[in-house]
């Protein structure tokens, strides 16, 4: 009990600090229950089979095909109206629907720059309801977010009948309709102002003194540095030593990195001086082929610097700008660390399309793309196939695994999408996080740990009424799931939340459905879900924009599931 217990704690306290990846650290805290003897080969093999696990990556490699497809993308286009109400109704009510049965983080990817482009309306008033509705559309079914899929799961590790896909819909709908509401009435706290896709401050551009440039031994003033049109020189960067504000008398001495800020179409500017060499090298056309990307919270580059990852030759891509929450970036771009949701702007070459590493590393917020179009007859397969598929399973004795497993050996077949795609995509990180959140979890329940602590909770909740355990059970899951993963908040409740039902003698399944739903709460933190994040950084919102309009959601989302949970599900 007391490994696990610090195994947990060490869980927590790494996830929170946001220092590490969170399937590195994942993975860590298996390794450390597994020497230890906590959890042996089979409880590891049984749940890299777990049905759920299986079900959830099956589900993701379909969502690629639809994805494909002309669905979302002519969703998009029905999302304007001169109406800002009428916009509201329309993005909710596509983005809720599409994410309660494809991934999310691609519903909001796909639907993100039909609202930057909106002739109508400034984005900040649309890009956090975006991200709040496709959460509220994946509490819908048991697809719909991956939290759903873990909470089935771990109740069948525990011997429990699995969820069925449609037993989440009464309450999900309750908040979507309840939740929703409350998101267009506060939505008009939003700032309306346009968003800028290259505003003055928002990028960094990486610059050397050549040995020899006739910059050298004169000041940035006299050198023409203070006189850029759009472009701002903010640091200097000499033997390691970091210049910051520079001064207009400030000489310029040979090797010194440049760094400046602005807008990066005016970057031209910077190659008319005498040895002032960009990041960007002279194979690459920069002031012809810029691509601007978003760093996926899935890509392999996170906490690795340029240099690490040798960009170039990865991507036949160089980094011209970077930009980072609207924060400022100091030093060289090349030895910054990436980090989840940066925006590049790349120099690309002719092989840039071609690399088989692009779409999980980046999502493109230019109007370039990587794919090519889909026929008619491969759009009706992918949308009714994928459609049938899940139909099938509800309406027959078929499951999801085979159903999913049909439809993704005719999108093969029919070429909608390849086995390259599907290997390049596919989420071993999720799969490494999900899988060691049901053996922590089961470290968790075999070790004792959710009974002592059940008892615990048990001398402090006294006398109180199921219906109060119930709602204590989803604020502590909505507040875990603020401060790390919703994975690991689930993986931690439901233990404890079916070891309270068994000491009560009450119904399991009302304090399951808190945890399940109570995981999918991320409304006041950009930072608690990648969908957030997204938005934050394609939007320049600020933390204060999703706390003024979170806070309510939440309070909302509260008070609904208190109530309907235990009225679709009682005691």
């Known amino acids: 009990m007391i490994v696990t217990a610090s195994v947990l704690i060490g869980l927590i306290i790494a996830l929170v600090s946001n220092r590490f990846r969170a399937s590195y650290v994942f993975v860590a805290a298996v390794v450390v229950l597994y020497v230890s003897g906590e959890i042996t080969q089979a409880v590891i093999f049984s749940n890299v089979t777990n049905r759920s696990v299986v079900i959830l990556l099956l589900l993701l490699l379909s969502s690629l095909t639809l994805e494909r497809t002309a669905l979302l993308s002519w969703a998009a286009k029905t999302l304007s109206h001169r109406s800002y109400w009428q916009s509201l109704l329309r993005l909710g009510t596509v983005s809720a629907v599409s994410s309660g049965m494809l991934n999310n983080t691609a519903v909001v990817a796909t639907l993100m720059g039909s609202v930057l482009k909106n002739p109508f309306h400034a984005p900040k008033k649309l890009l956090i309801p975006l991200s709040y509705f496709s959460i509220l559309g994946g509490t819908l079914t048991l697809i719909g977010t991956a939290t759903n899929l873990v909470v089935s799961g771990l109740l069948e590790e525990q011997g429990y009948p699995g969820l069925t896909i449609f037993a989440f819909f009464p309450v999900g709908v309750s908040l979507l309709v309840g939740c929703g509401l409350i998101v267009v009435i506060a939505a008009r706290w939003l700032p309306d102002e346009p968003v800028k896709a290259e505003s003055l401050g928002d990028y960094f551009l990486d610059a050397e003194v050549d040995v020899g440039s006739k910059l050298v031994g004169k000041s940035v003033l006299n050198n023409g540095l203070r006189s850029l049109d759009g472009l701002f020189l903010t640091e200097i960067i000499r033997d390691k030593q970091l210049i910051s504000p520079v001064s207009p008398s400030e000489l310029i ?319």
């Open 253 to 571: 001495l040979s090797g010194d990195k440049l760094v400046f800020s602005g807008d990066v179409s005016e970057v031209k500017q910077l190659s008319t001086f005498d040895g002032l060499k960009l990041y960007v090298e002279e194979e690459f056309e920069w002031d012809k082929n810029l691509v601007e990307v978003l760093v996926s919270p899935e890509s392999v580059l996170i906490g690795r610097t340029l240099k690490e990852v040798e960009f170039r030759s990865r991507f036949d891509a160089a980094v011209v700008a970077i930009a980072r929450q609207g924060k400022r970036i100091s030093g060289k771009l090349g030895e910054c660390s990436i980090q989840s949701g940066d925006k590049f702007i790349l120099a690309v070459g002719d092989d840039f399309k071609k690399r088989p590493n692009l779409s999980r590393n980046f999502f493109l917020l230019s109007d370039k793309s990587v794919k090519s179009p889909l026929s008619l007859l491969q759009n009706v397969l992918g949308i009714v196939g994928f459609i049938s598929a899940i139909i099938v399973a509800t309406c027959t004795n078929l499951d999801l695994i085979e159903t999913l497993s049909g439809f993704l050996l005719l999108c093969l077949v029919s070429r909608i999408i390849d086995g390259t795609q599907l290997r390049r995509r596919f989420p071993f990180e999720l799969l490494a996080i999900l899988v060691s959140a049901l053996c922590i979890a089961s470290a968790f329940s075999s070790s004792g740990l959710a009974i002592a602590l059940t008892q615990t909770f048990e001398s402090m909740a006294g006398n109180l009424s199921p219906n109060w355990m119930l709602v204590g059970i989803l604020v502590l899951t909505i507040l875990l799931t603020e401060i790390m993963t919703n994975t690991a908040a689930a993986a931690i409740m439901l233990p404890i939340a079916l070891a309270l039902a068994s000491t009560f003698n009450i119904g399991y399944l009302p304090l399951v459905m808190a945890v399940a739903y109570g995981a999918s709460a991320s409304f006041i933190s950009p930072f608690g879900y990648q969908t957030n994040l997204m938005v934050m950084n394609a939007g320049g919102y600020a933390l204060l924009d999703f706390m003024k309009v979170g806070w309510l959601v939440t309070a909302t989302y509260i008070a609904i599931a208190a109530v309907v949970i235990p009225m679709v599900f009682p005691f």
